[in-house]
């Protein structure tokens, strides 16, 4: 109920309004936080990067100078080291740069706006102490300050508006050098609309086109288990081999092709990955790390042993003050504090095996019931159910692996043991 529906038939009492301006403003300085600590943290990253990138270039030149010693090939190591620098030009620091700089820009306007916002609803707070006791000037203000606070809400990405399915479609993703039945484990969308999606039997990352055609495909050394996207235009994908190495494996999307770039051994498993302003998250099945970029670990931010797949899959909130996490195991979704705090816990009769999870650019969280079949909006708080999307019965859902939310289409994309993935038009 909106604070004005609420104060119209209430005694004269500013409570209700100067409750929730309470409630924001420590949310607002939080994320306002959180992003400061983002942007330097963002160029840490890419400093550490940048170091990394020129020693191995440094070694790697060098190798060739010591291993050189025909001195009549010298114009042949002179083209050889030109072809590296040329590749080192076009490698993922340039593209690392050019996302340093479009996220701070973004950061900077989102500071900016959290500052604007702890201004006014300051103002208002103060305002509405000094008119205790005057209904008329009361009401006045929180008609004034509703939009305020509406905003405030939606920069903090706490709006729960419900998703409503419209239509849907079926679109084949099986490619004619696919040996098996596909099985898409993972979904995520670039910026530009592209759609990628992680084929677990057939070994390969496809390029779709907003209109859910294949336009290319790049085939893994190992079985995709998760993927999330990085830059604009770069992907990371968490992938496993049957003698259980784990590694993360890094793919740009040059046009309409997909070229695979660095990896990242890890000494544990890599079951799923999540990404924000830096920061790399990965469940090992019992537990959710904190890299860098460049691999290196920041901290184990939460862990539970009762079982073997208690971090299933986890998702970052817009304003990354919380994180979501599947317990496949114990049929659980948790709501995490940055530092690991259990927040809340929810589960539902309905949510079987909770498996694939999202969080869209407005803060709506998605899970998946694999076994139950069943795609369900949790409010962001990760305490209650807002609204059960789709079921087996209803709308043909069997085993949901994966899906993904496309802001630009307002579609639900879901993966399932299946050629055809789903498409959901959702407002």
């Not at 409750?19 to 300085?29: A, C, D, G, H, Y």
């Not at 496949?328 to 309905?350: E, F, I, M, Q, S």
């Amino acid at each position: 109920m909106p604070i004005s529906e609420f104060v119209k038939d209430q005694p004269v009492d500013t409570n209700p309004l100067s409750l929730k301006i309470q409630t924001v403003l420590p949310q607002l300085k939080s994320l306002q936080n959180n992003q400061e600590t983002s942007m330097k943290y963002l160029q840490k990253s890419y400093r550490d990067h940048e170091r990394t990138m020129i020693e191995q270039l440094r070694q790697l030149i060098y190798s060739m100078f010591v291993n050189n010693d025909n001195k009549h090939k010298q114009a042949e190591l002179n083209l050889k080291i030109n072809s590296i620098l040329v590749d080192f030009e076009k490698s993922t620091l340039k593209e690392m740069r050019n996302e340093l700089i479009s996220q701070k820009d973004s950061l900077s306007k989102s500071i900016h706006t959290c500052t604007i916002l702890q201004n006014d609803l300051t103002h208002f707070h103060d305002f509405i102490q000094q008119i205790e006791g005057n209904k008329e000037l009361c009401f006045t203000a929180v008609m004034k300050c509703e939009p305020i606070i509406l905003q405030a809400f939606t920069v903090l990405g706490k709006l729960d508006k419900v998703f409503t399915v419209k239509g849907k479609y079926e679109h084949n993703v099986k490619i004619p050098s696919d040996p098996s039945e596909c099985l898409i484990r993972a979904i995520t969308v670039l910026p530009d609309g592209k759609i990628l999606v992680a084929d677990f039997n057939n070994k390969n990352v496809k390029l779709l086109d907003q209109q859910y055609h294949v336009v290319t495909h790049c085939d893994m050394t190992a079985q995709p288990l998760d993927i999330c996207h990085i830059t604009h235009s770069e992907v990371a994908v968490a992938v496993v081999d049957n003698r259980n190495a784990h590694e993360v494996q890094f793919i740009t999307v040059n046009q309409s092709q997909l070229v695979k770039s660095r990896r990242l051994q890890l000494e544990h498993r890599c079951r799923a990955i999540a990404h924000q302003h830096g920061d790399m998250f990965i469940c090992t099945g019992t537990a959710l790390i904190k890299y860098t970029l460049s691999g290196r670990l920041v901290s184990n931010i939460y862990e539970d042993r009762s079982g073997v797949r208690t971090v299933c899959r986890c998702a970052v909130s817009p304003s990354g003050d919380m994180m979501y996490i599947t317990n496949w195991d114990h049929h659980k979704l948790l709501t995490l504090a940055r530092d690991g705090t259990v927040l809340a816990t929810y589960t539902d009769p309905h949510l079987q095996r909770p498996r694939g999870l999202h969080v869209t650019p407005a803060g709506q969280v998605l899970v998946c019931g694999w076994w139950s079949s069943t795609i369900q909006q949790v409010d962001w708080e990760g305490k209650s159910k807002l609204a059960t999307i789709a079921t087996r019965e209803r709308n043909g859902v069997v085993f949901p692996e994966s899906f993904c939310y496309s802001s630009s289409t307002s579609h639900i994309i879901v993966g399932q043991w299946d050629n055809n993935i789903l498409v959901f038009t959702v407002e």
